[in-house]
Nanobody
Framework: QVQLVESGGGSVQAGGSLRLSCTASGRTFSDNAMGWFRQAPGKERNFVATIGSQGGYTYYADSVKGRFSISRDNAKNTVYLQMNSLKPEDTGVYYC??????????????WGQGTQVTVSS
């Protein structure tokens, strides 16, 4: 069983920045690609970004390319999402999970509580 704890969300104006963190426990963190997903109000949860198990590979959804940057620290079992130039359409609850590379779908069935990001225009 994996435990995921997200943090770092908040309310910002358009153009602002936030840095999200997710700490995982209960699994061998460094064995898995990790990623971020977000769920906008009234919509499904969608893929945002992923990073390979050792950090050498990253991939982003088209909507965040050039604005978001994913990184990880395997010594701390933590994955980060640096979000710059935020837009109102980035608003939603952000979750982390393991990622099945190629399909970019969540690896594990359990989710953390997520962290809310609200971007005002």
């Amino acid at each position: 069983q994996v435990q995921l704890v997200e943090s770092g969300g908040g309310s910002v104006q358009a153009g602002g920045s936030l840095r999200l963190s997710c700490t995982a426990s209960g699994r061998t963190f460094s064995d898995n690609a990790m990623g971020w997903f977000r769920q906008a109000p009234g919509k499904e949860r969608n893929f945002v970004a992923t990073i390979g198990s050792q950090g050498g590979y990253t991939y982003y959804a088209d909507s965040v390319k050039g604005r978001f940057s994913i990184s990880r620290d395997n010594a701390k079992n933590t994955v980060y999402l640096q979000m710059n130039s935020l837009k109102p359409e980035d608003t939603g609850v952000y979750y982390c999970n393991g990622v099945l590379l190629g399909n970019y779908i969540p690896l594990w069935g359990s989710w953390g509580q997520g962290t809310q990001v609200t971007v005002s225009s």
